[in-house]
């Protein structure tokens, strides 16, 4: 496979992203090659924010002016070097802070996706002029968003708790605005609005809400993760797996059933002891166009650091680099990644459940101390 594929050579058949199938969920390679396969790179391509979410999971990370990325050529090689490759993810910061990111980055590898007929994201607050998207959108398949909010209020409050100066209301309503309209202009030019919440102290009672301005704004996923906590994250309040299960139940109770839902990063398991949970993950295998989604980290997926070339299981977890794309395949990367404890212990699988394992963050947050291992899925 060779990078510099032109864009309108023929493009491979690829299925609609839909419930039926979302190449990001790891059981689709396990089922495939009969052990986890890195099919899915995500790639850190900026460290700048415009906002400082309450919640940030890479909060730490956020700087007010980044070094040079390695050369994307580079990156573009390691690419072509992933032999099952199947979905990029691009994250940051807000990836598209820096215009030159953008047109330099972002722009290229999406066209390199495409002309591979590979699937791809953008993880991003769309905050920013609409031109900054609208480069992209030709080439892109998802913008995962973020909202967690029911009014310009709840924005501004979330939203820049960690600026560290104070951000006018004004300001805030002007981009809570701008958010809302570029997602609906984004879906308007094809490309699948993915919005994300998540349920903490502050979204689990008003979730339904939530999920109701999502529709409004034409997203065609909701997409749903408990905070974990990580980085900014980690003194917030926590909920338990109660408060959580409620939450959930609540959503699915008021929720349209004419747009997907995806969940992941659940601390439920069918091989859980407590009734109410398994019945939770019977409720969630049941319903029209609901999904649960393994988690990729590790399992399908590495992130790539663009400053540095470090290799990572994910982009927010305190586990060090174990590979260079300066220096190493991303295929070898991701088997000695699987070939260590720390992949190993949480290396579960129930294929009757659909099920692969806890990620690192639910495990440790939930269940420390547990071995997955020896459990199995109790089909009810
Ligand atoms: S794969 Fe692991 S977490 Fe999932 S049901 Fe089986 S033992 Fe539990």
Redesign the pocket.
């Known amino acids: 496979m060779n990078h510099i594929l032109a864009i309108n050579e023929q493009l491979p058949i690829r299925p609609e992203l839909s419930p039926a199938y979302d190449p990001w969920d790891p059981i689709v390679s396990l089922q495939r090659y009969g052990r986890h396969t890195l099919t899915s790179v995500e790639m850190t391509v900026s460290n700048l924010c415009n906002m400082r979410c309450e919640h940030c999971a890479v909060g730490d990370t956020l700087v007010l002016a980044e070094p040079a990325k390695i050369p994307l050529d580079q990156m573009l090689r390691r690419l072509d070097e992933v032999e099952h490759l199947e979905t990029i993810s691009i994250t940051g910061g807000e990836p598209s802070f820096s215009e030159s990111t953008v047109r330099n980055y972002m722009v290229p590898l999406l066209r390199y996706a495409r002309s591979r007929g590979i699937r791809s994201q953008i993880n991003s607050n769309v905050t920013l002029d609409y031109k900054r998207y609208e480069q992209m959108a030709p080439y892109l398949d998802v913008m995962h968003i973020s909202f967690n909010y029911t009014t310009a209020d709840d924005f501004h409050q979330v939203g820049f708790a960690r600026s560290g100066h104070s951000v006018s209301r004004d300001t805030a309503v002007r981009l809570y605005e701008r958010m809302m309209d570029n997602a609906r202009r984004l879906s308007e030019a094809g490309v699948l609005v993915s919005a994300e919440s998540m349920i903490n102290y502050r979204t689990h009672h008003k979730i339904a809400e939530i999920h109701q301005l999502i529709i409004e704004m034409g997203c065609q996923r909701h997409e749903v993760h408990p905070m974990y906590p990580s980085s900014f994250a980690a003194n917030l309040p926590m909920l338990s797996r109660e408060e959580m299960r409620a939450a959930i139940e609540r959503l699915l109770d008021a929720r349209d059933k004419s747009v997907w839902m995806l969940f992941g990063t659940l601390p439920f398991?069918?091989?859980?002891s407590n009734p109410e949970e398994r019945a939770l993950l019977a409720r969630l295998a049941a319903e029209p166009n609901v999904t649960v989604r393994n988690d990729p980290d590790g399992r399908n997926r590495l992130n790539v650091n663009m400053f540095t070339g470090d290799v990572f299981v994910t982009d927010f977890s305190d586990v060090p680099a174990f590979g260079n794309v300066k220096n190493d395949r991303l295929d070898d990367v991701f088997d000695r990644w699987l070939d260590g404890s720390l992949a190993r212990s949480i290396d579960?699988?129930?294929p009757a459940?659909g099920?692969?394992?806890?990620n690192l963050l639910v495990k440790d947050m939930y269940y420390r101390g547990e071995n997955?291992?020896s459990?199995?899925?109790i089909l009810d």
């Not at 398991?269 to 859980?272: A, G, H, K, Q, V």
């Not at 099920?355 to 806890?358: K, L, R, T």
């Open positions: 398991f069918r091989c859980s579960c699988h129930c459940a099920c692969c394992g806890p997955f291992l459990r199995q899925a």
